[in-house]
């Protein structure tokens, strides 16, 4: 079972979890006297697969955006990670008119 909390740890210092609005976990971290928030799972990834290239996204395998796990996480396309989400039911496409696609949270 998930722990409700979650403390990220960078330099010695724990990092207090927040939800973020569009429901990925972020916390806030200080670069040179400038606070910046940061999604767990870019963290996560750039620690344990690597640098990201440009223009690739990260992709929740199981579609679990609080999932930050490495095994569940990869670098894809854009086209990628939205066939992902097509294929998984998470998003519809009603038509070729944008405003009329749909995420299924």
Do not use: C, P
């Not at 207090?16 to 910046?36: P, Q, T």
């Amino acid at each position: 079972r998930r722990l409700k909390t979650f403390f990220l740890t960078i330099i010695g210092r724990e990092l207090k979890k927040h939800n973020h609005y569009k429901g990925y976990d972020v916390v806030h971290i200080s670069i040179r006297g400038k606070s910046k928030l940061v999604k767990v799972h870019s963290l996560v990834a750039l620690a344990f697969i690597g640098k990201r290239n440009k223009g690739m996204q990260i992709n929740h395998k199981d579609l679990d955006k609080k999932n930050n796990h490495v095994s569940n996480l990869e670098y894809v396309t854009g086209y990628q990670n939205v066939q992902h989400a097509v294929l998984n039911g998470a998003y519809v496409v009603r038509d070729n008119n944008r405003r009329n696609k749909q995420w299924v949270v």
